[in-house]
């Protein structure tokens, strides 16, 4: 009998126990298995490897883990459903059904990576680099503050407390630079491509990125957008009810 599999990437300092909220509204049943890797603290996985990179080490822990003979469902939020776009790009027969929460599909170009030809790349990476600089050196009370003031942010108040001895700060300097926006390329032809396996969703009061899914849904007939009700852009804790909803109904349709 085929086993559901879920796979839950995190965001950007994010842990696994971000989670829990998520999976506590999550059926309990023998035929679902829930993973919940941490590419903080797992080498293959780690932000040392490009997105290429990482999506080959992933995809293939995902095999060694199943077998081959479930059924995978691929869920990411924010920075974790960018690394997801990269592992469906990579091994899209490796997997029935994905959900993308929060998740930027790319710079709407034809560079594969970061180009200073592009002003909107190379204004991001200088961003990304800031922060990267700002997570090895500035005390960390200071630094959590100021990432979360940030205006994607706004709205949520849930966001778990960061404890600076859970995380390595090169690694998360690394995060910022190696898979930062302006080194991904626009992933707008995959979904396209794979519309039929992928859900998108966003929090209602994530203004960036409601009008982001409103474009794609424009230009993707096919692909499935939702709006979570009086979420900002940290659905996860926002509204982990709400999401759990979202896969359950993913789940049904496979079990």
């Not at 909220?21 to 932000?47: C, E, H, Q, W």
Request: net charge neutral; hydrophobic share 40%; proline share 5%.
């Amino acid at each position: 009998m085929e086993r559901v599999n879920l796979f839950l990437l995190h965001g950007f300092l994010g842990r696994p126990a971000d989670w829990e909220a998520v999976k506590a509204s999550l059926p309990k049943n023998d035929r679902i298995k829930i993973y919940t890797p941490d590419y903080f603290k797992d080498k293959n996985l780690s932000p040392t490897h490009n997105f290429a990179t990482w999506a080959q080490n992933f995809n293939r822990w995902v095999q060694m883990e199943t077998h081959g003979a479930d059924r995978n469902v691929l869920i990411g939020y924010s920075l974790g459903g960018r690394l997801a776009l990269h592992a469906l790009e990579q091994k899209p027969a490796l997997w029935y059904k994905s959900l993308l929460i929060s998740t930027n599909p790319g710079f709407n170009d034809h560079f594969a990576n970061f180009d200073p030809q592009s002003e909107e790349r190379r204004q991001r990476w200088m961003s990304d680099s800031y922060w990267a600089e700002e997570f090895l050196k500035s005390s960390w009370e200071t630094l959590i503050n100021n990432w979360n003031a940030q205006p994607v942010f706004g709205g949520s108040e849930k966001e778990p407390t960061r404890i600076e001895k859970d995380y390595s700060r090169e690694l998360l300097g690394l995060a910022l630079t190696q898979w930062s926006l302006a080194q991904q390329k626009n992933m707008r032809p995959l979904i396209q491509e794979l519309a039929n396996k992928i859900s998108w969703v966003v929090g209602e009061r994530d203004e960036k990125f409601v009008a982001l899914a409103e474009t794609l849904r424009a230009d993707i007939k096919q692909l499935k957008t939702d709006v979570i009700p009086e979420a900002s852009h940290r659905v996860l804790f926002d509204s982990p009810k709400d999401l759990a909803e979202k896969i359950k109904i993913l789940i049904q349709q496979l079990l």
